[in-house]
């Protein structure tokens, strides 16, 4: 008895979980949570360029030996880290864009990408002072300029160390652009929102979750593999080092 009606119970849940399935894929739904998926994509890359933009020039402006210049990076790094991200999406769409039509896409860039130009540039000055100050010296001591030994010797350095993090960013990136059916774009979330507004069930939800976790995975997955790359390019200077101190 308790086994024919585990059996029964068993069966009939897979039942409705393909019923949810099709409804939720069906008449073309399937189509609109991949095209909110590429959208998601989209705003995520197109953020975390301008975002390596706009950081890059606050690491210069903090560096800079100006102190309006250090003001305003000192500003802008303390309202954006300091404000949520959906407001600023919000702010970003009720002023820059107030007058523009038919633009959500870069509603989306703008303000995520203005949003993530803080964490960048903090990630870039970390990998910036990551290097020993001997670099710098040894760069100076050529005769090479201050912004001449930083782009030539400091920076290849500090890209190695920085690459793993920017992955981690741009993975947080995609996360975060899930806030930007705030103002109508049709990303993932906002799609998988609406088609369960009409089935009444929240199985578009776990499809729209599981698109995000395998694209997440990827990203993971190729992080591990970039880790492991700098991790065997940086063992035979290891080893030449050990040798030279032997």
Same mark, same amino acid.
């Given at each position: 008895?308790?086994?024919?009606?585990?059996?029964?119970?068993?069966?009939?849940?897979?039942?409705?979980?393909?019923?949810?399935?099709?409804?939720?894929?069906?008449?073309?739904?399937?189509?609109?949570?991949?095209?909110?998926?590429?959208?998601?994509?989209?705003?995520?890359?197109?953020?975390?360029?301008?975002?390596?933009?706009?950081?890059?020039?606050?690491?210069?402006?903090?560096?800079?030996?100006?102190? /309006?210049?250090?003001?305003? +990076?000192? #500003?802008?790094?303390?309202? &954006? *880290?300091?404000?949520?991200? =959906?407001?600023? %999406?919000?702010?970003?769409?009720?002023?820059?864009?107030?007058?523009?039509?038919?633009?959500?896409?870069?509603?989306?860039?703008?303000?995520?990408?203005?949003?993530?130009?803080?964490?960048?540039?903090?990630?870039?000055?970390?990998?910036?002072?990551?290097?020993?100050?001997?670099?710098?010296?040894?760069?100076?001591?050529?005769?090479?300029?201050?912004?001449?030994?930083?782009?030539?010797?400091?920076?290849?350095?500090?890209?190695?160390?920085?690459?793993?993090?920017?992955?981690?960013?741009?993975?947080? /990136?995609?996360?975060?652009? +899930?806030? #930007?059916?705030?103002?109508? &774009? *049709?990303?993932?979330?906002? =799609?998988?929102? %609406?088609?369960?507004?009409?089935?009444?069930?929240?199985?578009?939800?776990?499809?729209?979750?599981?698109?995000?976790?395998?694209?997440?995975?990827?990203?993971?997955?190729?992080?591990?593999?970039?880790?492991?790359?700098?991790?065997?390019?940086?063992?035979?200077?290891?080893?030449?080092?050990?040798?030279?101190?032997?």
């Amino acid at each position: 008895m308790i086994f024919s009606f585990s059996e029964s119970w068993g069966r009939f849940g897979d039942l409705d979980l393909v019923i949810n399935l099709e409804r939720t894929l069906g008449g073309g739904r399937a189509w609109d949570l991949l095209g909110g998926m590429w959208i998601t994509i989209q705003i995520s890359i197109g953020a975390m360029i301008l975002g390596i933009v706009i950081g890059s020039i606050i690491v210069a402006f903090k560096l800079s030996r100006f102190k /309006l210049l250090r003001a305003v +990076a000192f #500003v802008y790094l303390g309202v &954006i *880290r300091g404000t949520p991200a =959906v407001t600023q %999406l919000l702010i970003v769409s009720a002023t820059v864009f107030a007058t523009t039509r038919g633009a959500p896409l870069r509603i989306g860039i703008v303000a995520l990408g203005i949003n993530s130009g803080a964490y960048v540039a903090e990630i870039i000055r970390a990998g910036l002072m990551s290097i020993d100050k001997g670099q710098t010296e040894a760069g100076l001591s050529l005769g090479l300029s201050k912004w001449q030994t930083m782009f030539y010797i400091v920076l290849p350095q500090a890209i190695k160390n920085i690459l793993p993090t920017f992955v981690n960013e741009f993975i947080v /990136l995609i996360k975060e652009t +899930a806030i #930007v059916g705030f103002v109508a &774009i *049709r990303d993932v979330t906002r =799609v998988a929102n %609406l088609i369960m507004s009409r089935t009444m069930e929240p199985t578009p939800l776990f499809v729209s979750a599981a698109m995000y976790l395998i694209v997440i995975s990827i990203l993971t997955m190729l992080l591990g593999l970039l880790e492991k790359r700098l991790r065997k390019a940086d063992t035979p200077q290891v080893k030449s080092r050990k040798r030279l101190d032997g």
